[in-house]
Every structure is written in C-alpha cells, then in structure tokens.
Nanobody, 124 residues
C-alpha cells in the first residue's frame, strides 16, 4: 500500500486548504482511511476518518464543523477540506489506512499504512 499526501501550504487564519491522499497498491473496499496531524513538540493526533465503503465519516471534536473528509473511488483518493483554519491547526498532516477497523479508530497504532506528511501552516 502506498499513500501519497499533498496539498499543504501556508494560509492565513480563517482561510481554507484541501489536502489530498492518493492511495495505491490494493483495493481499499474494506479500509478506513484517516488523517492525523502532528504539531511541533506534540504527539500525532487523530483528525478525521472515512470508511471507504459507504463514505461514513468521523471527526475529532477540535475540527468538527470546520473540516470535511471525502473520497473519490474512481481516483482512489481521499480529501480533507479544511475551512476556517486556525493557527492551532498548524501541523504536519499525515494520511493513514487501516483494514477492517471501526470508523472511530483514533490510535496511531491502529493504522498499518502511512503516507509522508504534508505541512500546513496557519498564520495569525
């Protein structure tokens, strides 16, 4: 499994960014795909997840109502639309994949596959 994250950048507070994660290497029909983030000096934390079958989503409280995760089956790609960004959203964002997990899997060790990170910086 290969995951390729992209779309990070520098944005002012209140702005928007869309992250993409292109997945390859197998069929992801029984997978949960997720985004995590890690800010400097902090542990990597769960942000959002989506079930590949059906598209159900689950969000951390800190991003609920601002971030939206979606997927495009034809492109084997998941997205994280981030609106109303805050300086505290600044972090390296990682996409991850887990087979056969429940949607609310939020621990790092529940995910077997990881992409490289993409930096998101929100200026005040």
């Amino acid at each position: 499994v290969q995951l390729q994250a992209s779309g990070g950048g520098l944005v002012q507070a209140g702005g928007s960014l869309r992250l993409s994660c292109a997945a390859s290497g197998r069929t992801f029909t029984n997978y949960v795909m997720a985004w995590f983030r890690q800010a400097p000096g902090k542990e990597r934390e769960f942000v959002a997840a989506i079930r590949w079958n059906g598209g159900s989503t689950y969000y951390a409280d800190s991003v609920k109502g601002r971030f939206t995760m979606s997927r495009d089956n034809a492109k084997n790609t998941v997205y994280l639309q981030m609106n109303s960004l805050k300086p505290e959203d600044t972090a390296v964002y990682y996409c991850a994949a887990a087979r056969g997990k429940i949607l609310s899997s939020i621990r790092n060790d529940e995910y077997a596959y990881w992409g490289q990170g993409t930096q998101v910086t929100v200026s005040s």
